[in-house]
Nanobody, 123 residues
């Protein structure tokens, strides 16, 4: 399984961006998909997760109400719609795969990771 994240860029505070994560190899329709981010000098932190069916989602408090995670119709792409971006959202964003919907807010259990895409939000 390979995960390819894309869609990052430089935006101003209040703008929107949509990140994509495309999977290749074995289908990931049966797995949980998550987005994490890592700001310079900080630990990688959880952002959002979505169940294999797309019916269940979970968000970090810091992005709740501003970010939306979703799956594409083909189930091999996951999106992160980011609205009302803030400078503190600046980070490299990673998508990752997990086998089960358990403790999805933790890095533990995510076995495949994308390479990351940089999001920079200027004030």
């Amino acid at each position: 399984v390979q995960l390819q994240a894309s869609g990052g860029g430089l935006v101003q505070a209040g703008d929107s961006l949509r990140l994509s994560c495309a999977a290749s190899g074995r289908t990931f329709s049966s797995y949980v998909m998550g987005w994490f981010r890592q700001a310079p000098g900080k630990e990688r932190e959880f952002v959002a997760a979505i169940s294999y069916s797309g019916d269940t989602t979970y968000y970090a408090d810091s992005v709740k109400g501003r970010f939306t995670i979703s799956k594409g119709n083909a189930k091999n792409t996951v999106y992160l719609q980011m609205n009302s971006l803030k400078p503190e959202d600046t980070a490299v964003y990673f998508c990752a795969r997990k086998l089960y919907w358990s403790n999805v807010g933790s890095r533990a259990g995510y076995d495949y990771w994308g390479q990351g895409t940089l999001v920079t939000v200027s004030s």
